[in-house]
């Protein structure tokens, strides 16, 4: 006879840490905009929308990523953790430079880019992980970096056969940089996470990861909220 002893919480809660990311891929899989994405079938207007929003988180995440690192070696806690922040802080260092090269070759110049404003979601999106880095559990971080990672191990390679095959968004096969690029290297790096958060028994830990784990899935579809000709309207 089995007991709830056989399987702690402990050893557990990193399938409620998936259960965020799945999540996650259900709901773009049934929200319209996100679906095309993933599809192919998206126009270039609204690819372009989301290479913008993407722009705008992804080129904070290296010095996020070397905050919450530097504050983890500081506060003495999982020096393994830390150190794999501040991994990932160089791992994602020039992202956004493959954004500004995917959108220049769908014709939009960086001064152009720079006048569009972020969503409200990626602005929340930013904020919240700010504040995680500086204020709250800088450990907090790899769950933003777990459900982002699962997403493109599942979706990425997907998005770019499809938007290749589809061939609706001119010069696309020069436009795919950023999802390409994440679709391959990211699996080694969710099988990383699992490995190394697996073990930690704080409850404390746990909810910090599992809240900003939801958090970036809930705020990730804000991504797809609007479209370029709305974003045109708030530009300076």
Do not use: C
């Not at 998936?18 to 994405?37: C, Q, S």
């Not at 999982?78 to 991994?87: D, E, M």
């Not at 493959?98 to 014709?107: E, F, I, P, S």
């Amino acid at each position: 006879m089995s007991t709830s002893d056989e399987n702690p919480p402990s050893m557990k809660w990193i399938s409620t840490l998936e259960h965020e990311a799945r999540t996650l891929l259900d709901a773009l899989d049934t929200h319209p905009a996100a679906r095309r994405l993933f599809e192919g079938s998206v126009d270039p207007e609204s690819y372009a929308h989301y290479l913008v929003q993407t722009y705008h988180y992804a080129r904070w995440s290296t010095p996020l990523l070397a905050e919450a690192g530097k504050r983890m070696l500081r506060l003495g806690r999982h020096t393994a953790l830390g150190q794999l922040l501040l991994r990932k802080a160089s791992e994602e260092h020039g992202h956004e430079r493959w954004l500004l090269a995917d959108l220049r070759n769908l014709g939009w110049s960086a001064e152009r880019i720079e006048r569009t404003e972020p969503s409200p979601a990626v602005t929340a999106y930013v904020a919240w992980n700010r504040f995680t880095s500086r204020h709250g559990r800088p450990e907090a971080f790899l769950g933003t970096a777990y459900v982002l990672e699962y997403l493109s191990v599942h979706r990425a390679s997907q998005a770019v056969e499809r938007l290749l095959a589809a061939g609706r968004i001119p010069r696309i096969h020069k436009a795919v940089t950023f999802l390409r690029a994440h679709g391959s290297a990211d699996v080694g790096h969710v099988e990383e996470l699992t490995s190394l958060l697996s073990p930690l028994t704080d409850p404390e830990e746990q909810s910090a990861l599992l809240l900003s784990a939801r958090t970036t899935r809930v705020l990730y579809l804000g991504l797809f909220a609007q479209g370029m000709h709305e974003d045109a309207a708030h530009t300076h």
